[in-house]
Structure formats: structure tokens, C-alpha cells
């Protein structure tokens, strides 16, 4: 499994400037080990959980903060609201659709933070309802919510996607490389 590392994860993503403010609004969670933990589970493609979360939050409390929005709230519930805690790809189990790991998870990773932390109500919104509008009956009261799951919604794809681009391209340069020969 990869070594864990923060700023070279954020460093990917914003390549000018790491904000310490960032750092210090998630410093606490990114020490706790259930958190660290997430850095065993895969989500998207080859990108693990933590990995996952830490685009999120971070580009999330940056979209916050040109809004003027809370930014600290959003950048907590960012890191945590995958905070599920196993790796659902392996989860085999036959179950009815609207009990499946995409309609579930935000339940489990608000009662995994709620567990190890203390959670305001916009951080509990975020958490709870950034699978909107899949999970349509939970829609998101904040402006903050909305900024998170419209980023994890983002980085979901690109990180479900980008593998399988990989390998069209590659197929392709071959393909492109055989016929040239």
C-alpha cells in the first residue's frame, strides 16, 4: 500500500500554494488513525479513500472559501464523508438496490465521525446527504453540502474514468504503432 502522505497528495492538486489554514482546519482528523486507515481502501479506479477524500476536501474548501461559505466545516466533512471503513468492492452480499454501499455509505461514515468526533450541523449535512441525488430523499441543506457533493461528484468520475482512459490510449498507441510498422 502506498505511504501516506498529505502534502504530496494536495501538492497534486493545487500545485502553487498549500494553505496552512487548510492544514490547520484538519490537522486533528488527518492524526486519528481511523482516518489514516482509510489509506488501506481503494474507492476510485486506483485512487485510495484517503486519497479520494483529501482532493475533496481540499478543492471543496477552497470553492468555500471564494464563496464565502464556511470553509473549515467544509473542509472537515470533505475528509470524512467517505469515512466508511471497508473496502466496498468486496462486498459481495446480495442486497436490494437501496441497500447497497452507494446509498448506504453516508449513514456509515456519519456514524464512524460522529464517533470520533465532535461534528457541527453543516458537517453532519455534508456527510449525510453527499450522495445527492442518488439517495434523492436526502437533500442537502447547506450551500456547503452542495459544494461537496458537487466536488466528490467531480472527483468520482475522474478518478473512475482516468484507469480505464489509460488503458483506451495505450490500446490505441498500440494499435496506431502495429499498423505504422
Not at 51 to 60: A, I, P, R, T
Given at each position: 500500500m502506498?505511504?501516506?502522505?498529505?502534502?504530496?497528495i494536495?501538492?497534486d492538486?493545487?500545485k502553487?500554494?498549500?494553505d496552512?489554514e487548510?492544514?490547520?482546519?484538519?490537522?486533528d482528523?488527518?492524526?486519528?488513525?481511523?482516518v489514516k486507515?482509510?489509506?488501506n481502501?481503494?474507492q476510485h479506479?486506483?485512487?485510495?479513500?484517503l486519497?479520494?477524500?483529501?482532493?475533496?476536501?481540499?478543492?471543496?474548501y477552497k470553492i468555500?472559501k471564494?464563496?464565502?461559505?464556511?470553509?473549515?466545516?467544509?473542509?472537515?466533512?470533505?475528509?470524512?464523508?467517505?469515512?466508511?471503513l471497508?473496502?466496498?468492492?468486496k462486498?459481495?452480499e446480495k442486497?436490494?438496490l437501496?441497500?447497497k454501499?452507494?446509498?448506504t455509505?453516508?449513514?456509515?461514515a456519519?456514524?464512524n465521525a460522529?464517533k470520533y468526533f465532535?461534528l457541527n450541523d453543516?458537517?453532519?449535512?455534508i456527510i449525510?446527504?453527499h450522495m445527492?441525488?442518488?439517495?434523492?430523499?436526502?437533500?442537502?441543506?447547506?450551500?456547503e453540502?452542495?459544494v461537496?457533493?458537487s466536488v466528490d461528484k467531480?472527483?468520482?468520475?475522474?478518478?473512475?474514468f482516468?484507469p480505464?482512459a489509460s488503458?483506451?490510449?495505450?490500446k490505441?498507441?498500440q494499435?496506431?504503432?502495429?499498423?505504422?510498422?
Open positions: 502506498k505511504e501516506f502522505d498529505i502534502q504530496k494536495l501538492s492538486i493545487d502553487m500554494y498549500l496552512d487548510y492544514i490547520s482546519y484538519i490537522s482528523l488527518i492524526e486519528n488513525d481511523a486507515s482509510m489509506k481502501f481503494i479506479g486506483t485512487t485510495t479513500t486519497e479520494h477524500c483529501l482532493k475533496v476536501s481540499y478543492v471543496s468555500a471564494k464563496l464565502n461559505l464556511d470553509a473549515k466545516s467544509t473542509a472537515r466533512a470533505g475528509l470524512l464523508h467517505d469515512l466508511f471497508y473496502d466496498w468492492h462486498v459481495k442486497k436490494p437501496f441497500k454501499h452507494g446509498f455509505h453516508p449513514q456509515k456519519l456514524e460522529c465532535h453543516i458537517e453532519k449535512d449525510a446527504k445527492w441525488p442518488l439517495t434523492f430523499r436526502k437533500i442537502p441543506k447547506y450551500k453540502s452542495i461537496v457533493t467531480y472527483y468520482s468520475t475522474i478518478e473512475t482516468e480505464l488503458k483506451i490510449k495505450e490505441n498507441f494499435s496506431k504503432k502495429n499498423y505504422s510498422e
